[in-house]
């Protein structure tokens, strides 16, 4: 077997930097002509063997005085000096703009002291970076003409939920009847506004103008229930019965992986149990889907029509991550009084009950709760929260959908609900 750390170390390592330094700078170059290629010659001060003799000049200055880094200070400041005078000339004899090559001039000079200080895999990924960002020049112009004051404040929010309030918050219970931390009560929401987050952000910049199947899948990641409500009420509109019903099936489809997801994050033994039963609901409700979009095909085999609907409703307002908190501490203390006053059947009664609500912030609770219950009684109360909220969406499908839509929906949940107590039933045993 090739040892490559040993072939390496037959080589001097001041000559493997100067390799490496060498090449990462010609690639900087070769992308700034390639960049640059119909561009005039006066526009641009240099490509590809400017830009590698910036990291050789970078190379010779920083290793004559790697400690005191006098030389390499000082050929930066000249290096920056007649770059600032070529900006100077660029904005007085074309009247034209932007740093962007300026400042890609100046980190490849800069090559050298990162190569030797850091590790391998931030250079790379440093180089990988300019090159990126360099080319996606007018996919980031496009990006951001999509985007509204409301994106950037949506994902202010994010990141203060996230990366300040978070780590504020102590990780220790609540009280005797709340077993959850408040950190732990605060990374829940944090869990499911990134979910949610990431559902929003493929639906209106990944997928625009997203078919009726990817919405019941982008929606199923943020609410499968609020999707069964959108589409069943959209059937009404639109003659693609069939495929309404495999997107309001998939969009379940997508709430099995989501609480998946949730249980790995918040109690790995409980999603290693409840890995089987959830592998069984995900295949049974993804082949119901594809039978309906079969269906469909043979259907509409000439109808060539393509829908979409347009459901980009933001999920991070403050109003909805209040009333998952308001939901999570009460389903918080019913729970704590449930166990504590009917033990295990209450539990299980419990369960069922909460499917007609909002389901994520009592399967969260259980999955973090410090109770006195065993593990398979936990899953067990989770597959029934999630029978009894797929029993929902089919009473919300079969009433608000149009009537020729009402039997494949009748069927498709009728199983899903027949799965889950079947393997509810199973869960008795652990």
Not at 57 to 76: A, K, R
Not at 289 to 316: F, V, W
Not at 327 to 349: C, D, H, Q, R, S
Not at 352 to 378: A, E, L
């Amino acid at each position: 077997m090739v040892n490559y750390t040993e072939i390496l170390s037959l080589f001097p390592k001041e000559l493997i930097n100067f390799v490496l330094v060498v090449l990462f700078s010609l690639i900087i170059g070769l992308e700034q002509r390639r960049h640059f290629a119909k561009s005039s010659m006066e526009s641009i001060f240099g490509t590809d063997r400017t830009y590698t003799l910036f990291g050789i000049l970078g190379f010779v200055l920083y290793t004559i005085s790697p400690t005191t880094l006098i030389p390499f200070m000082g050929g930066g400041l000249i290096i920056g000096l007649l770059l600032a005078i070529f900006y100077y000339n660029k904005i007085a004899l074309k009247n034209t703009y932007g740093v962007t090559s300026i400042i890609v001039a100046l980190i490849t000079y800069c090559l050298t002291p990162i190569i030797y200080t850091q590790p391998a895999w931030f250079t790379i990924l440093l180089v990988v970076t300019v090159l990126v960002l360099v080319e996606m020049k007018e996919t980031l112009f496009k990006f951001s003409e999509s985007m509204n004051a409301n994106e950037f404040i949506t994902l202010a929010k994010f990141l203060v939920i996230a990366g300040v309030i978070l780590p504020l918050f102590p990780d220790e219970p609540i009280s005797e009847i709340i077993t959850i931390s408040p950190y732990k009560f605060w990374l829940a929401i944090v869990a499911v506004s990134a979910i949610s987050y990431l559902s929003y952000l493929l639906k209106k910049f990944v997928f625009p103008n997203s078919g009726i199947v990817l919405t019941g899948i982008l929606g199923g990641l943020y609410s499968s229930t609020a999707t069964t409500f959108i589409l069943a009420r959209k059937s009404k509109e639109l003659d693609e019965d069939y495929k309404i019903s495999a997107a309001i099936i998939l969009a379940t489809t997508m709430m099995f992986i989501r609480i998946f997801i949730l249980a790995l994050l918040f109690n790995k033994a409980i999603a290693l149990i409840l890995a089987p039963s959830f592998a069984v609901f995900t295949i049974a409700s993804t082949i119901i889907a594809l039978y309906y979009l079969r269906l469909d095909k043979i259907k509409n085999k000439d109808n060539k029509k393509s829908y979409s609907i347009e459901s980009n409703s933001n999920p991070l307002e403050i109003k909805t991550a209040f009333i998952f908190g308001v939901l999570f501490i009460v389903f918080a203390m019913l729970t704590g009084y449930v166990n504590t006053n009917y033990g295990t059947e209450g539990i299980k009664i419990l369960s069922f009950v909460v499917g007609v609500t909002d389901i994520d912030p009592f399967i969260i609770n259980i999955f973090q709760g410090k109770w006195n219950i065993s593990n398979g009684v936990i899953a067990m109360a989770v597959i029934n929260a999630v029978t009894s909220n797929n029993l929902l969406k089919m009473i919300y499908g079969i009433s608000l959908s149009k009537k020729t839509i009402r039997k494949p929906l009748l069927i498709g949940f009728s199983i899903l609900v027949v799965i889950g107590l079947l393997t509810s039933i199973v869960y008795l045993n652990f």
